[in-house]
């Protein structure tokens, strides 16, 4: 069941739908995550990474926000990238099969499932820090507000995630968004890997094309 826009988030959660996802119980308890984590533990890293690259003086405040588009960009190749070719990783054999369930797989399963829509601090954690040297080693100067755009951009990836399940916003950016990611969910899930933005689908030829692309074997 979908939450209507008028509905509250509680109420939302409350209609959500799950399947169990590990035998263990502590494992199971912290594969639930309340969508609102992402903002809690990220605003206060986005906020310290932009007051340091504002006050560290070697970048004009043009090019600190310039930088930060540039992260939020990265974000958006990154999301399709990871959504097309690792959560959706051909299941051939068992160690893929698995990496597939366990990382995206379980979402398919049970779509609506309303504490499984944004990614548990477990896995985002690493993520972050991952991201976070690896703009420090190959964007010089840059790296806090393309780290900073980066991350922003993934808490805003993670909002429409969830609110493209159980929200039905009037606005028609939103209706369209919602439309491209229920085509993915429900009728075929080689097209439209990007939520926050369709701009790699159209570049690499994966968003949906209709008629076409259900009869096509792979895209593009």
Not at 137 to 147: D, K, M, R, S, T
């Amino acid at each position: 069941m979908q939450a209507t826009g008028k509905k509250s988030l509680k109420e939302a959660m409350a209609t959500s739908e799950t399947i169990r996802m590990f035998k263990w119980d502590w494992m199971e308890k912290l594969s639930h995550v309340h969508p609102a984590t992402p903002f809690v533990i990220y605003i206060p890293v986005v906020s310290v990474a932009m007051y340091f690259a504002f006050v560290q003086g070697t970048m004009t405040p043009l090019t600190v926000l310039g930088a930060f588009g540039v992260g939020a960009l990265i974000w958006t190749l990154i999301e399709y990238l990871m959504h097309r070719f690792f959560f959706h990783i051909p299941q051939t054999n068992k160690v893929f099969k698995a990496i597939y369930f366990y990382s995206h797989g379980i979402h398919h399963d049970a779509p609506n499932d309303a504490t499984r829509l944004v990614m548990p601090p477990g896995a985002s954690i690493p993520l972050a820090i991952l991201f976070f040297y690896g703009f420090k080693a190959w964007g010089g100067v840059y790296y806090l507000p393309l780290f900073a755009g980066f991350v922003t951009a993934y808490m805003v990836y993670d909002f429409i995630h969830f609110a493209t399940h159980f929200f039905n916003w009037k606005a028609a950016w939103f209706r369209k968004i919602k439309e491209n990611h229920m085509r993915h969910h429900f009728l075929t899930n080689k097209y439209n890997f990007g939520l926050s933005s369709p701009l790699w689908d159209y570049v690499f030829f994966t968003y949906f094309r209709g008629k076409a692309s259900l009869s096509d074997k792979q895209p593009g």
